[in-house]
């Protein structure tokens, strides 16, 4: 991932959850957000195919939409998914999973689906029951206003918002023309409790590829490791975390594994950089990039301990280019180093050379948005970059209003 990203692969004519061929989406307001904003959205997978994978959070307090779409999720077939924002359905019991339950089954009904295919997303306030009297008419609601054009994309992305202030929605290619190419669609939300663990936030992925189930697991995975696996906003790891990836097999074609893998990496790395870039309150947002380092694993490490340290966040974000911080978070870590070898840069001035003072700490500057600080473990050739942000006196205050 880097900065301010750019797409390695090509975008489709359209962008987000209906860029494929094979899927409908809507988003409606149902007055779960007191904003009256979108809230309620469905995706539904038009077929002829109906492959799908998922990781989820690794939080062992699971929101019940999470414990239930892992069910769904075990023949390997979704073909629909609810989400709603205004509400997180996270420790509620077992009204709470029931209320899950209910959804599936009531959009199921709608759609003239299974409820054993129908997986749910909820994000929003831990700790609250979802108004069904409202969820379900808003559930009613999307169905009838399905669509596949790019207005339904963007209503769905509006409406899996919380504290977001812009919704995230990607798209890609894969394959020449001629040849038989598939596309990729997406939409992301997440501005807070971002932190590395399979995934972060809610994030649906859409093909119109034709996919064995093997190879959509094989190829989330290997895209969410290398994505939301190294956003961390806030060092915060949510109840509600989910990542779906649902394959239409509308375009008649198998993709080369390896492409559409690479493609899919590409299109999350951008999701991935959008949530950073509109983390809570945030003023700046910061590349941490761990080099020759002797494993990519250590590298990893080194780059995840400097992005969880406050101390880090509040010096970027008073403009202070203090790499003591940074050098003590790579102490901390178990990785391959010499401490007066390490090398430490930050917006491309050596602040720090072979573990003592380098260049001069004024010669950089932080007025900018982005921010790279760059660590030389003199260990080896591997390399990892985490994306985070700084902390500012804004975060507070944005993060009060949902707590995943």
């Not at 709470?96 to 959804?103: K, L, P, S």
């Not at 929003?124 to 008419?137: F, R, Y």
């Not at 917006?347 to 001069?360: H, I, L, P, Q, T």
Request: contains cysteine.
């Amino acid at each position: 991932m880097s900065l301010a990203y750019t797409p390695t692969r090509p975008s489709a004519s359209g962008t987000g959850v209906t860029a494929p061929a094979g899927f409908a989406a809507a988003g409606v307001p149902a007055g779960l957000k007191s904003t009256g904003k979108n809230d309620v959205v469905v995706v539904q997978n038009l077929g002829p195919q109906f492959t799908a994978a998922g990781v989820f959070t690794s939080n062992r307090v699971a929101a019940a939409p999470v414990h239930w779409s892992k069910q769904v999720l075990a023949d390997g077939r979704i073909d629909a998914v609810v989400l709603n924002s205004g509400g997180a359905n996270a420790c509620t019991g077992a009204e709470g999973f029931a209320n899950t339950h209910r959804t599936a089954e009531y959009a199921a009904q709608l759609l003239s689906v299974s409820a054993g295919d129908v997986a749910v997303a909820s994000t929003g306030l831990i700790g609250m029951q979802l108004p069904m009297d409202k969820l379900l008419p808003g559930v009613q609601a999307a169905a009838s206003a399905l669509a596949t054009d790019q207005n339904a994309a963007d209503q769905a992305a509006a409406g899996i918002m919380t504290t977001d202030t812009v919704p995230k929605l990607v798209s890609r290619i894969v394959g020449a023309p001629g040849s038989g190419q598939v596309v990729i669609g997406g939409m992301a939300k997440g501005a807070g409790m971002l932190a590395p663990a399979l995934a972060t936030m809610l994030v649906v992925l859409t093909t119109d590829a034709q996919l064995t189930v093997e190879q959509a697991d094989a190829a989330l995975r290997a895209a969410t490791a290398m994505s939301f696996d190294r956003a961390d906003s806030d060092g915060c790891m949510s109840t509600n975390d989910t990542v779906l990836l649902l394959a239409s097999g509308a375009s008649g074609t198998t993709p080369d594994l390896a492409d559409f893998t690479a493609a899919l990496t590409d299109a999350c790395c951008e999701l991935a950089a959008k949530l950073i870039e509109d983390a809570e309150g945030a003023d700046h947002t910061i590349a941490i990039r761990t080099f020759n380092a002797a494993t990519e694993a250590d590298a990893l490490e080194v780059s995840k301990a400097v992005s969880r340290s406050n101390l880090v966040k509040t010096a970027v974000f008073g403009k202070d280019p203090n790499w003591g911080r940074v050098l003590s978070e790579v102490g901390t870590t178990k990785a391959a180093f010499e401490p007066d070898e390490l090398n430490v840069s930050i917006n491309g001035v050596m602040v720090c050379k072979n573990g003592g003072v380098g260049e001069d700490r004024n010669l950089v500057s932080l007025e900018e948005r982005n921010v790279r600080i760059e660590i030389d473990l003199n260990a080896g050739t591997e390399e990892a970059t985490v994306l985070t942000n700084d902390l500012t006196h804004d975060y507070v205050h944005e993060n009060s209003a949902y707590s995943s």
